[in-house]
């Protein structure tokens, strides 16, 4: 793995073919200077791309909003987006809720297949089947009858190691 520092418009270009691109840009929500949005890096982040690579992006929902049509243009389309959650969020505006949480949205070229960018989920042979639980609702107050609900978990707390393979 090579980690490249500097602007990314003049390395991408020069550094490609790139399997995977993962980005943080600025999102352009505040007045801070450094929260500027950088012009033109998603056309050269797309052209630097394998033809099967991936552009990992961070944001806000507000963010990808508005850079949407970029994206479309830059020929990339959306794969799948993760939610990363944050135990204590931040908040530049007094009229907004705290950030508790951020997504990070996956590309692909345009031109590729989708079966050419998915790679099916490594699993474990010793991962456990979801066990099924019944909890006792407390009485309610109103006119619905007290019921009962089935929650669905998994146990993977004997898992202590994890293997990324990128």
């Known amino acids: ?27 352009g929500e505040t007045s801070l200077s450094w929260d500027r949005r950088v012009e033109g890096w998603l056309p050269l982040a797309a052209q630097a791309l394998t033809p099967s690579g991936s552009l990992w992006v961070f944001g806000s929902l507000r963010s ?38 951020e997504l990070i949205v996956q590309f692909y070229p345009a031109t590729a297949r989708w079966q050419d960018i998915y790679n099916e989920v490594a ?4 991962a456990r089947a979801r066990t099924v639980r019944r909890k006792h609702r407390p009485p309610h107050t109103g006119a619905i009858a007290a019921c009962t609900y089935r929650s669905l978990d998994a146990d993977f707390s004997h898992l202590r190691q994890f293997r990324v393979i990128l």
């Open 1 to 27: 793995m090579t980690l490249l520092c500097g602007d990314c418009r003049n390395l991408m270009p020069a550094q490609g073919p790139y399997d995977l691109i993962l980005a943080d840009p600025p999102y």
């Open 123 to 126: 699993t474990t042979d010793d």
């Open 64 to 101: 990808f909003m508005a850079t949407g049509t970029d994206f479309r243009t830059a020929r990339l389309r959306l794969a799948q987006e993760i939610v990363w959650e944050k135990q204590n969020g931040s908040v530049f505006h007094a009229d907004r809720f705290r950030r508790v949480h």
